[in-house]
């Protein structure tokens, strides 16, 4: 009786291990090559998926998409300014027998692919262009990128430059640069005012050329403005015309 209950262990034991070598489960995110006597007979899942155990392998690949960083990369622009410049970029499988068949990893495979594509864009491109146009820096390394993995079944859908490293004298360079055309735009608007507020004086002195009384009360107006404090003593000379009413008036009482 023992040794039936072994025999039976034995059995049961060989069945669960031939069917858990039979029986695999594919998610729903995931598609599994299948592979027989090292030939590709073509595609599974998902869900339950039934091989021929030790006949059949699988191998199983995510066609979600993938996030990867792209290390720094120390390039150098066409104007000749050593950057370091680091990216990020999303692809997915979207034919999982290329990306089984045709590259042995297709992770590593891209994330080589795009560090090289971005040495190379940012070395045919101007720093100006780099810093100010980095959308159109983005379009051209994930086209080029795009155009490298589309043989492996692999689709970049976005590539983008997060950050991009200066020397320290380039900085200072750029920060006087930008303060140089600050201080010039400063210049510039000054002279417009001063241009503008001459114009408007050369009316007003046409204006007040037509009417002499004009100019009188314009000074009085001018030394109310500038004795509002009390602090100062102020000593102007006074125009004999606005004495010649008061002396006219004298004389004429004498008379």
Known sequence: MELGWIIYFIIALAVIMVLSAALKIVQEYERGGV????????????GLVVIIPFIERIRKVDQRVITM?????????????????DAVIYFRVVDPADAILKVLDYI????????????????QSELDELLAHRERLNEKIQVVVDEGTNPWGIKVSMVEVKDVELPETMQRAM???AEAERDRRAKVVHAEGEYQAA???????????????????????????????????IIFPLPIDLLTPFLSGANSDKK
């Open 199 to 233: 114009e408007k004086l050369a009316m007003a002195a046409k204006v007040i050329a037509t009417e002499p009384s004009a100019l009188q009360l314009r000074y009085l107006q001018a030394m109310t403005s500038i004795a509002t404090e009390r602090t100062n003593t």
């Open 108 to 123: 590593k495979a891209t994330s080589l692919l795009a560090a090289t594509t971005l040495r190379n864009v940012v070395g």
């Open 69 to 85: 960083d792209v290390p720094q990369q120390e390039c150098m622009t066409m104007d000749n300014v050593t950057v370091t410049v």
């Open 35 to 46: 592979f027989r006597l090292g030939r590709f007979v073509g595609l599974r899942g998902p």
């Open 175 to 177: 920060a006087a640069q």
